[in-house]
């Protein structure tokens, strides 16, 4: 009976590992911000709120770059039409929930054709370089055309538009933009938990090897391009729902890098990295910019995220999230010693 029992506490001490711990926290964590509009200002739930956004363009070039292994530079074109997109429709057609509806599918139409000729052009290229190349260069064409046609777009001062009645209650935004979040990941974890998905990790880790096995590596990088850009599309819908304005800094190679820096520093090919990554960064940066009220030095504030980014990297070469699941293997792997003879 003792090395049975001696089993089961070995099983109960090893249930109290960090993983636990982390459960706990997120859900204190999703406790908190369900209830974080009730009691804070207007500045704490835009920043929150902006923070469950981006993760979602965050999570879905994690799926190109963190599980299949693809650098996509043109990413933002499907973010920023999607906030364009919305933008236009709201001004010209008017700011109905119909008209918003109509602006979703529009994107969603939107970004699996430009998905689709992304992926024709550039995973033909062969290799990791031409492939960023010509997404860049295509998102630099697209956000020239979009700079030229001030008439829809506003060109560089960007494009003002309403929304619907029912929306302008900045809470009511805030708890659509963190079911919009939940929905999202657990869609996408659905999608990466899938035979696609781990036929993804597999070109990921050695694509040659994937098609000697027989699959079509071309036509799941396709997928895997069709899904990031479905999602980073709706995600831009939000976006622009959210802040009611829309400009070409939001089709730009700075807006791509941006969710490049999330997954690196939350953690690649998790997902969940992508929120950690966006909640710092967007954290860190908001507080930044707010010192540079206390002295001019902070006007330079690019320095000082610059030296945090850094700093992180160095420390956290996996992550957040990758140094994480390494304590908790560690953790797991322990040796567990009972106390006591047998009998």
Same mark, same amino acid.
């Given at each position: 009976?003792?090395?049975?029992?001696?089993?089961?506490?070995?099983?109960?001490?090893?249930?109290?590992?960090?993983?636990?711990?982390?459960? $706990?926290?997120?859900?204190?964590?999703?406790?908190?911000? =369900?209830?974080?509009?009730?009691?804070?200002?207007?500045? !704490?739930?835009?920043?929150?709120?902006? @923070?469950?956004?981006?993760?979602?363009?965050?999570?879905?070039?994690?799926? =190109?770059?963190?599980?299949?292994?693809?650098?996509?530079?043109?990413?933002?074109?499907?973010?920023?039409?999607?906030?364009? /997109?919305?933008?236009?429709?709201?001004?010209?057609?008017?700011?109905?929930?119909?008209?918003?509806? =109509?602006?979703?599918? @529009?994107?969603?139409?939107?970004?699996?054709?430009?998905?689709?000729?992304?992926?024709?052009?550039?995973?033909?290229?062969?290799?990791?370089?031409?492939?960023?190349?010509?997404?860049?260069?295509?998102?630099?064409?697209?956000?020239?055309?979009?700079?030229?046609?001030?008439?829809?777009?506003?060109?560089?001062?960007?494009? @003002?538009?309403?929304?619907?009645?029912?929306?302008?209650?900045?809470?009511?935004?805030?708890?659509?933009?963190?079911?919009?979040?939940?929905?999202? !990941?657990?869609?996408?974890?659905?999608?990466?938990?899938?035979?696609?998905?781990?036929?993804?990790? %597999?070109?990921?880790?050695?694509?040659?090897? %994937?098609?000697?096995?027989?699959? *079509?590596?071309?036509?799941?990088?396709?997928?895997?391009?069709?899904?990031?850009?479905?999602?980073?599309?709706?995600?831009?819908?939000?976006?622009?729902?959210?802040?009611?304005?829309?400009?070409?800094? =939001?089709?730009?190679? *700075?807006?791509?890098?941006?969710?490049?820096? $999330?997954?690196?520093?939350?953690?690649?090919?998790?997902?969940?990295?992508? /929120?950690?990554?966006?909640?710092?960064?967007?954290? @860190?940066?908001?507080?930044?910019?707010?010192?540079?009220?206390?002295?001019?030095?902070?006007?330079?504030? #690019? #320095?000082?995220?610059?030296?945090?980014?850094?700093?992180?990297?160095?420390?956290? +070469?996996?992550?957040? /999230?990758?140094?994480?699941?390494?304590?908790?293997?560690?953790?797991?792997?322990? +040796?567990?010693?009972?106390?006591?003879?047998?009998?």
């Amino acid at each position: 009976m003792r090395p049975a029992l001696r089993a089961l506490h070995a099983a109960r001490g090893r249930m109290a590992t960090p993983d636990r711990w982390l459960a $706990v926290l997120l859900a204190l964590g999703c406790g908190w911000l =369900l209830v974080v509009p009730m009691f804070s200002g207007v500045v !704490l739930t835009h920043l929150i709120g902006r @923070i469950f956004i981006l993760s979602v363009f965050g999570m879905s070039y994690d799926i =190109l770059r963190g599980y299949t292994g693809v650098i996509n530079l043109g990413h933002a074109l499907f973010f920023g039409g999607g906030a364009y /997109i919305a933008g236009i429709m709201m001004r010209h057609s008017g700011p109905t929930l119909a008209n918003l509806a =109509l602006a979703a599918a @529009i994107t969603l139409v939107f970004s699996s054709v430009l998905a689709y000729l992304m992926g024709y052009l550039s995973f033909r290229s062969g290799g990791v370089v031409p492939c960023a190349m010509l997404t860049l260069a295509m998102a630099e064409v697209v956000r020239h055309v979009a700079e030229a046609a001030r008439t829809y777009t506003g060109g560089a001062d960007g494009l @003002i538009f309403p929304i619907p009645e029912l929306l302008r209650n900045r809470v009511t935004v805030y708890y659509l933009a963190f079911a919009f979040m939940v929905l999202m !990941l657990l869609a996408l974890r659905r999608f990466v938990d899938s035979p696609a998905g781990r036929v993804l990790q %597999a070109i990921r880790e050695n694509e040659q090897r %994937a098609a000697f096995l027989g699959y *079509d590596t071309m036509l799941y990088k396709q997928i895997a391009l069709q899904v990031a850009g479905l999602s980073a599309g709706l995600a831009g819908v939000t976006f622009g729902v959210f802040g009611r304005f829309a400009n070409t800094d =939001l089709l730009s190679i *700075d807006q791509t890098l941006n969710a490049l820096l $999330v997954t690196i520093v939350g953690g690649t090919g998790t997902l969940y990295g992508a /929120i950690v990554g966006t909640a710092f960064i967007q954290t @860190i940066r908001y507080y930044l910019l707010e010192l540079r009220g206390l002295h001019p030095i902070f006007e330079r504030w #690019l #320095l000082f995220f610059g030296a945090v980014y850094v700093v992180v990297v160095l420390c956290f +070469p996996f992550g957040f /999230i990758g140094w994480w699941k390494r304590i908790s293997a560690r953790w797991t792997a322990r +040796p567990t010693t009972g106390k006591g003879g047998e009998g």
